[in-house]
């Protein structure tokens, strides 16, 4: 439980980070809230030469509005993102999916771009990234791009992020009139990361689902959006029953993980229940 | 060094006489009519301010001058031959100064027969997690790095993991030439009379051994019943999952050329001898000094020690080791998993005619012990009038399961009060009052025959079936209301303490038994009453094995039962020779004097008077007088006080999910006598929750090769504070006719109902039954939807 020896530099902009980045020729890790870095390190399953330590860059942290848009920056803590007004009524999931980590320590120092960037597939900002549609910011030497969020997450534990690149901030648009949300998380009792995570925004028009976009942390290797399930229940009322015909779609094709916890029949199991359940929240917002 | 023992740290946290203890008199449900000032007051517990602002000691806290930091170098293989070990990489790394194997230890030619006694293994190892090396080194930071950089030669070996499977033909024997027989610890923990027990059996492979009772003819009351409910049960291995993880800290004595040992430890007397023994010592070549336990729970009884103390021998230098959370779960004693092939047979009017109960008890890598109790717990709750009962104790490739809180109980009762549920629900009778019809009464007999002493297990079943909780239970869709019983038959140990009082007025209590749930802050009020001093002002003065009097170990829920009478005497003693001085200086008959508010005065001349303090302070310097103030006392309590209790848990079962979510919860139990209820309540809330921890979370997942896979907090599922109900206490007091002033034991009991009852709730709320420990939402959900496929 003693890391190895590493050196330790702070990077006081994104500049300077990026190029102590190019420098360490890969083997340097980013430090932000060191909440998933730090036991990885004292386990030994991480053994860089340096930590960066991007804690103090301040062009990092903050969440913002840029007309329809919300920046938050990679900085920005958990609990920040889960208390903010403007992700509250504009992006709820990503705020649900906020306050559904951990607790509150835990909230005080994780911030979202290192839950993002170290994309443990039981984490719970997926599911929101993947139904708001969030864009995220990445900079390199080569300067900045941005990456969708169906481009993001590449496999367990890693993203489009590459290893001389800082994630900045994660842009994420408002969502559009009529549309409801939910969040909702089956938690392992042991660790609280999601067993099954399930993000719903339904756009109800006229009694009509007009569009709706779920999507699913936990389930399996990467986070996923779920058409089965967006095609079953658009152009329904979105009444019980169409909702538990739409839940019976859930996880489709997927691979589901398996643990001591849950075997992969259950977490489909599962899938299905929290995208009935997910769905009929989001209806009950809408309206 | 910091400190020279235990002692000295307690004294000089002086602070204890400033934290308020106020007592709490409101909510609890004892007897208020006993004339007593403290005894059976709520009152904090001594240590309790120092634990709340982080200020008490624990062992890993020590700093000892010259100290060196062990790594341990665990077996990855459950089962395989050890070759060549490599130890120059790790040897090279700057500040690693030793790396030990088996032969480089005193205890090299000791026979490995327990976890107790395995240091490092020699030429084989028999399960994932034993130690095979140890690296020493002058930082913590450079043992991680050498241990990483042993290279051990492993031949690995066929691996039987599973206990149900062990017996079969593609096992491999993991003691082809005989166990070598131990007395494992958990044996401490009940008195179990055996002499009706072990007809010679036939053993198949892998079982060490079989305990077989019979009663009667169980094959013909079970044909002639009129009712039989035969159930399959499985428990989970559980990790009693203390806070602080294994510590040791040993450090050569050249007074003695033996060691002394820092250490959390709960059974000081055991591990000595144990120690000393496998060390090739005399006992007062080893020295304990037991520091505040982080939680023990019947596992810190010196796994780690032996290990450690042989280190520091081998080394010449003091050597500290702590584990850490994975380490723990590899390498220390879990509690047994089992299977219960349990049948019940009873008659239309209720009354239960038959046990027989085929009981396969997981023993890991040693031999077990828990074989008696396990028949003990399954066969003596209710009157059987036939029964067989027997017990396999198998050998895996897995760590020696030892002692947890009752051994064995929380999963006796589970299959035990599963069954008995069902089988009322078949007989159609309300299943308290199936329970009282035909649970023991005092002189009933135990599974061996031998007659249960007074035991007030009616008394809490009647106690509840007036509570609100069961008498008005009424329960929304999906919630059910389930109950379970238990008798935890405790045991009792000579033991001595010394009382005195000194100068300042302190009264000073020596006992030897650590207090690991509150025993000491109960027997401070014993002496308190006594001497009549506020119980501030009596200092318990524990932990050094060279100075301790003899006293019960922590085990077994005997502390108090033990020790309550040598207090009484002890302080009785002190009260007496307090009179005699008094009576000298005022010149008055020690049957006119009276000791009130810690004092002496004549009776009727309120003025008269002397405080104790005044009294012993001129006791130490009057020559010619009759000395210092102390006195001992001594208590061999001759039979065991059984503790019945009797819970009650409400839950709500999603249906969907598998999820049960605990609702509330009702705890009864039978103390005695109730000397500090406010410890009797922490203990009866802990073990409330652990039984919970049984039911729902808890569980050691091995694979076929014996390889831990739930080897830290993010898999292993303690109960967490969110997840525990409201647990409501009542306190019987039917005492004790042993012992001193009717206390029975407390600290086990709570944890054993707990399981069966959540099983029981679950079956109310749903119809299904479940057969397997814990009950986590697949296990639900799988029964819940087979008995759907079942019913449409
Ligand atoms: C007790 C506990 C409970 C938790 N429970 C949950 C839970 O329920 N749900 C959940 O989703 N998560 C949970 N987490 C994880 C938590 O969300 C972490 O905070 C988060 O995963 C990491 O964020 P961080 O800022 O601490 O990043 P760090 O730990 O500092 O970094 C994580 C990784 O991301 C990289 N990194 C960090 N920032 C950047 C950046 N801007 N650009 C590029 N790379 C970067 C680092 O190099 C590292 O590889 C839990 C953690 C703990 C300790």
């Known amino acids: ?287 | 060094m910091p400190c020279s023992s235990n002692r000295t740290m307690c004294s000089r946290g002086s602070e204890r006489y400033r934290i308020t203890t106020e007592s709490l008199t409101n909510g609890f449900n004892v007897n208020k009519s006993s004339g007593y000032t403290y005894i059976g007051k709520p009152r904090k517990s001594i240590e309790g301010g120092r634990k709340v602002t982080g200020s008490e000691p624990y062992t890993s806290d020590l700093a000892i001058a010259g100290m060196h930091h062990a790594r341990p170098v665990l077996s990855p293989y459950a089962h395989a031959g050890i070759g060549a070990v490599d130890k120059s990489e790790a040897l090279a790394v700057p500040g690693v100064t030793h790396v030990l194997t088996a032969a480089d230890l005193l205890t090299r030619d000791a026979v490995i027969k327990s976890r107790n006694t395995c240091t490092l293994a020699g030429d084989r190892v028999i399960f994932t997690g034993q130690p095979v090396a140890v690296v020493i080194a002058r930082s913590a930071e450079a043992a991680e790095t050498g241990a990483e950089l042993v290279h051990i030669e492993y031949d690995v070996r066929p691996v039987a993991a599973n206990f149900m499977t062990a017996s079969g033909p593609d096992a491999p024997e993991i003691w082809p030439d005989g166990l070598p027989g131990d007395q494992s610890i958990a044996d401490g923990h009940a008195t179990v009379d055996e002499k009706a027990a072990t007809k010679e059996v036939e053993k198949p492979k892998n079982v060490h051994h079989i305990h077989r009772h019979e009663r009667g003819d169980v094959e013909k009351a079970l044909a002639a019943a009129d009712v039989v409910v035969r159930r399959n049960y499985r428990t989970a291995r559980v990790h009693q999952g203390y806070l602080e993880p294994m510590v040791s800290i040993a450090v050569p004595d050249p007074m003695s050329s033996g060691v002394t040992i820092y250490l959390p430890c709960q059974t000081p007397v055991w591990t000595r001898d144990a120690i000393a023994e496998l060390l090739g010592f005399e006992k007062r070549q080893v020295r304990l000094v037991s520091m505040t336990v982080g939680g023990g729970f019947g596992s810190k009884n010196g796994i780690l020690d032996p290990l450690v103390a042989a280190c520091a021998l081998a080394t010449g230098r003091p050597v500290s080791m702590v584990l850490t959370r994975t380490e723990d779960f590899l390498t220390t004693t879990p509690s047994a998993g089992g299977g219960w092939d349990i049948e019940i047979g009873a008659a239309k009017s209720g009354a239960i005619t038959a046990l027989r109960a085929d009981i396969r008890s997981d023993a890991g890598a040693f031999a077990s012990g828990l074989g008696s109790l396990l028949a003990l717990l399954t066969g003596s709750y209710y009157k059987f009038p036939n029964l067989l009962v027997e017990v396999a104790e198998v050998n895996t490739n897995t760590p020696h399961c030892g002692p947890y809180r009752a051994p064995g109980a929380p999963q006796a009762a589970f299959a035990l009060e599963s069954t008995i549920d069902d089988l009322a629900r078949e007989l159609q009778i309300d299943p308290l009052e199936f329970r009282l019809q035909n649970c023991v009464e005092t002189g009933d007999l135990t599974v061996s025959d031998s007659p249960w002493s007074s035991v007030g297990l009616k008394t809490c079943l009647e106690r509840l079936r007036e509570h609100p909780a069961w008498r008005d239970r009424n329960c929304a869709a999906n919630e059910g209301v389930g109950i379970a019983i238990a008798i935890w038959p405790g045991g009792a140990c000579p033991s001595s303490t010394v009382c005195r009082v000194s100068g300042d007025g302190v009264v000073t209590v020596h006992i030897g038994s650590p207090d690991i749930s509150g025993t000491h802050s109960g027997l401070v009020l014993v002496a308190a009453e006594t001497l009549t001093v506020s119980p501030d002002q009596v200092e318990i003065v524990t932990g050094d094995s060279d100075t301790n009097p003899h006293s019960v170990d922590a085990a077994g829920s005997m502390v108090t039962y033990s020790l309550t009478g040598a207090v009484l005497e002890a302080a009785t003693g002190v009260k007496t020779k307090l009179l005699e001085a008094a009576a000298e200086k005022l010149e008055a008959h020690v049957d006119d004097l009276l000791l009130e508010n810690g004092a002496v005065h004549v009776n009727g001349v309120p003025d008269r008077r002397l405080t104790i303090a005044e009294l012993a302070a001129e006791a130490e310097t009057n020559a010619g007088g009759p000395g210092p103030i102390m006195a001992d006392g001594r208590a061999a309590v001759p039979i065991n006080a059984p503790a019945a209790t009797v819970q009650l848990v409400k839950v709500h079962v999603d249906r969907q999910t598998g999820e049960v979510t605990p609702l509330h919860m009702v705890a009864v139990q039978d103390v005695g006598k109730a000397l500090n209820p406010l410890m009797i309540e922490g203990q009866m809330h802990g073990g409330a929750v652990q039984g919970l921890g049984f039911a729902l979370h808890e569980r050691m997942v091995y694979d076929d090769d014996g390889q831990l896979i739930s080897a830290s907090f993010l898999d292993y599922d303690l109960p967490k504070a969110h997840q525990v109900p409201t647990i409501e206490t009542v306190i019987i007091e039917t005492p004790s006719p042993e012992g001193a002033l009717g206390v029975r034991g407390v600290g086990e009991p709570p944890i054993i109902p707990g399981a069966a009852a959540v099983g029981n709730a679950i079956r109310d709320a749903t119809g299904v039954r479940i057969n397997e420990l814990p009950m986590r939402p697949e296990v639900v959900w799988r029964a819940i939807e087979k008995d759907h496929g079942t019913h449409s």
């Open chain 1, 1 to 287: 439980m003693v890391p190895t020896a590493f050196d330790y530099q702070r990077a006081s902009s994104v500049g300077e980070a990026v190029t102590l980045l190019a420098e360490s020729g890969g083997n340097a890790k980013i430090l932000a809230g060191g909440h998933s870095l730090i036991p990885t390190l004292k386990l030994r399953l991480a053994r860089p030469a340096t930590l960066i330590d991007i804690g103090r860059v301040d062009e990092l942290k903050g969440i913002s509005e840029d007309g329809d848009t919300i920046v938050i920056g990679a900085l920005a803590t958990h609990d920040e993102v889960a208390t903010s007004d403007v992700v509250q009524a504009k992006a709820p999931n990503v705020a649900a999916a906020a306050a559904a980590i951990g607790d509150l320590q835990v909230r005080n120092c994780g911030t979202i771009g290192g839950a993002l960037v170290h994309a443990d597939p039981a984490s719970d900002y997926p599911a929101a990234i993947l139904t708001d549609e969030a864009e995220m910011v990445v900079q390199g030497p080569g300067g900045s791009r941005t990456v969708s969020a169906a481009d993001f997450f590449v496999d367990i534990f890693a993203t489009a992020v590459q290893e001389d690149e800082l994630l900045t901030a994660v842009r994420v648009s408002a969502r559009a009139a009529g549309t409801g949300s939910a969040y909702l998380k089956f938690p392992n009792p042991a660790s609280g990361y999601a067993v099954v995570g399930c993000a719903a925004n339904v756009t109800m028009d006229g009694g009509k689902c007009a569009s709706a976009k779920v999507a699913f942390n936990g389930v399996a290797n990467v986070a996923f959006r779920d058409a089965g399930v967006e095609d079953a229940i658009t152009g329904t009322g979105a009444d019980a029953a169409a909702i538990a015909a739409a839940a019976e779609c859930a996880g489709n094709g997927q691979e589901c993980m398996s643990d001591t916890f849950a075997s992969a029949e259950f977490r489909a199991h599962l899938a299905k229940v929290y995208a009935g359940r997910a769905l009929a929240a989001a209806v009950a917002d809408a309206s």
